[in-house]
Every structure is written in C-alpha cells, then in structure tokens.
Nanobody, 111 residues
C-alpha cells in the first residue's frame, strides 16, 4: 500500500504560481502511473496532468503550457508546477499513484 501526502496548496493571485508536491511512502516499488487531478465545488473530479513510468505526459487542454508534472525518484515525490494561474484553477488538487490517492490540497486563485 502506498501512502501519499500532498502539500503546497494555498491562496495566490491570478497570474501567480504554485508548486504542489506529492510525497509517497510505503510500497512504492512498481509505481507506473502518477497523476494530478482536481475537483472544484459542484464539479466532478478531473484529470489535470499525468506521467507514465515511460516518461510520457499528458495534460488537460485547460492547463497545457501552464502546468508541468514531474517526478524526483530520489525523493519519491511528484510535483505539479502551476504557472499563470487563473481563477478557474481554484479546486482541491489530488495526487494519484497507481490506484492510491492522496487527501487533497486546496488551491485558491483570487481574481
């Protein structure tokens, strides 16, 4: 079982940046899928960015060119660098590794 802990959320003005972190512990061997998702109030959880163990990445159209997913294997941590933030990026952000989910971190972008 993998335990995931997100951090880095907070309040930021539109146009600003945040970097989310997702630290993994436990049975971390064999992780082949890493993703960041978000859920805004009244909306379904949606994929933001994903990273496959081959190195392939995929992004939601709404964040392409602004967000970057990456991983530091030495630290067992996945990151989501978010630039040029918009009010519509406001949501709870969750990381996922294989089938395990973190508890979420709130990102609020003020316009």
């Amino acid at each position: 079982q993998v335990q995931l802990v997100e951090s880095g959320g907070g309040l930021v003005q539109a146009g600003g940046s945040l970097r989310l972190s997702c630290a993994a512990s436990g049975s971390i061997f064999g992780i082949y899928y890493m993703g960041w998702y978000r859920q805004a109030p009244g909306k379904q959880r949606e994929l933001v960015a994903q990273l496959i163990s081959t190195g392939s990445t995929n992004y939601a159209d709404s964040v392409k060119g602004r967000f970057t997913i990456s991983r530091d294997n030495a630290k067992n941590t996945v990151y989501l660098q978010m630039n040029s933030l918009k009010a519509e990026d406001t949501a709870v952000y969750y990381c996922r590794e294989n089938v395990c989910w973190g508890q979420g971190t709130q990102v609020t972008v003020s316009s």
